[in-house]
């Protein structure tokens, strides 16, 4: 009776107790999380030299799209007063003009607006293709990969050079063949760095996981495989488009690039070239545009791989 009473007792008197610790402990921070996107955004921040370059690179690009609807001076616009004049105020000419009377400052941002495009589609193409063509011959793998990959051999072992000329010769001289030019042969890394990733993460769990729910292959790669790889992807695009601005102006250096009455800067540094000794800013211009793009580009690559990699958390 006594242990009956006892155990009433302590039954009454946890019910008289007030719910809850009146004096609890402090609860510790807890980070609800972060998705890998909104973290890679917030460590980019952190990297005041990336995000330098892309604040620049948008006001370039800005610049070279919005630039020549704003001067007095078009593409072909000749001052019959101003031949090969160093940059000046009078005929708002700021960066002078080239050698046929041509205002610098338009046709660099219209060489830009070249420059860029052809940065632009050709890195797409060779996106597009390359990670298609790798996670494909990953995922599949055996002889499939096997074939998938002899032609990437085959196909870098065709020199550049000798591709473009001959896209010319049969097709003859046109800005859309530099885009199929450069995206033909742009894509062969982005197919071997994907299909390296491909074979890494395919007999990961969650890839398991997805054939034993009976997950479609085609479902697996764009939906599973893919995604898992843009990290890589989006670092090697930034280190593309310089190279791919590189080739083009390399070309029209060479007189296989854009032609006139369209411009880049690439033309515009080929040009500066045959006047460096008497009129250096034909050449200086463009080159400092051109450069200024590169740098920023790569800066950018540096900080989304900083950024990007889980190992430098």
Request: aromatic fraction near 8%; proline fraction near 6%; charged fraction near 15%.
């Amino acid at each position: 009776m006594t242990s009956h009473t006892s155990t009433h007792d302590g039954f009454e008197d946890r019910h008289d107790r007030p719910a809850g610790n009146p004096n609890p402990p402090p609860e510790p921070d807890l980070d609800p999380g972060e998705s890998l996107g909104r973290e890679a955004w917030r460590r980019l921040k952190q990297n005041h030299a990336a995000m330098f370059s892309l604040v620049l690179l948008i006001v370039i690009a800005i610049a070279c799209v919005a630039g020549p609807w704003l001067s007095p001076w078009g593409l072909a616009d000749v001052d019959w007063n101003a031949f090969g004049v160093p940059p000046t105020l009078e005929g708002m000419h700021l960066l002078g003009t080239d050698a046929n009377g041509r205002d610098l400052l338009t046709r660099t941002l219209y060489g830009g607006r070249v420059s860029l495009s052809v940065a632009l589609v050709a890195t797409v193409v060779s996106l597009v293709i390359g990670v298609l063509y790798g996670a494909i011959s990953g995922y599949v793998g055996g002889r499939t990969d096997n074939l998938m990959m002899r032609f990437v051999d085959i196909m870098y072992s065709l020199p550049f050079m000798f591709l473009v000329i001959l896209l010319m010769v049969v097709f003859g001289r046109n800005i859309f063949l530099i885009y199929a030019a450069i995206g033909a042969v742009e894509w062969l890394d982005m197919a071997r760095i994907v299909r390296g990733q491909t074979l890494a993460l395919k007999r990961r769990e969650f890839i398991e996981a997805a054939h034993a729910l009976g997950v479609r292959d085609s479902r697996i790669v764009t939906r599973h495989l893919i995604p898992n790889t843009l990290g890589p992807v989006i670092i090697y695009v930034t280190l593309t488009v310089p190279k791919v601005i590189l080739l083009e102006s390399f070309l029209s250096f060479l007189g296989l690039g854009v032609q006139e009455p369209l411009t880049s800067w690439g033309v515009l540094i080929s040009e500066g070239t045959d006047q460096m000794q008497s009129a250096p800013w034909m050449l200086l211009v463009p080159a400092v545009f051109l450069a200024l793009t590169l740098f920023c580009l790569n800066f950018l690559g540096d900080g989304l791989r900083d950024a990007l990699d889980p190992r430098t958390r």
